[in-house]
């Protein structure tokens, strides 16, 4: 199937919530973020809650917070919360039988394709949304300040 945009969309709003650690956040306040549908970010953060990343309150002070520390938490993790089936697609039917490419495609793929997962897998896993927290800051301190009137 390969990836979606939910990865993207979880990962901006896991790192949202621990940017305002401590302050719960709304569907509609981290959808403004991503210039998006607050039910897209529903449906994302329900993913993220159900692998236990987030939970929710409802009420006037309700939102949505982390469920563990930043720093607990990786990038693989939140793709692994809202991504189903592998990265890379596979072929869509058996290939033809009577070629010798077609005989020996599938396996020689499958192995290079479960490589490069793996790759993913531990690339993401060495990034936390704290470090994605750390990097924003960084980020916005090397913005020019805009001049006020």
Known sequence: MGVSSRSAVAIHALTMLARWNGKSLTSAEIADSLASNPVLVRRILGSLRVAGLVWSAEGR???????????????????????????????????????????????????????????????????????LVRRVLEAERRLPVPHRR
């Open 61 to 131: 002070n309700g939102g949505w917070s982390l469920a563990r520390p930043a720093a607990e938490i990786t990038l693989h993790d939140a793709y692994a919360a809202v991504e189903d089936g592998p990265v890379l697609s596979r072929h869509p039917h058996p290939p033809s039988a009577e070629c010798e490419v077609g005989r020996n495609i599938q396996g020689l793929l499958e192995d290079e394709f479960q490589a490069a997962e793996r790759a993913m897998a531990e690339r993401l896993g060495r990034t936390t949304i704290a470090d």
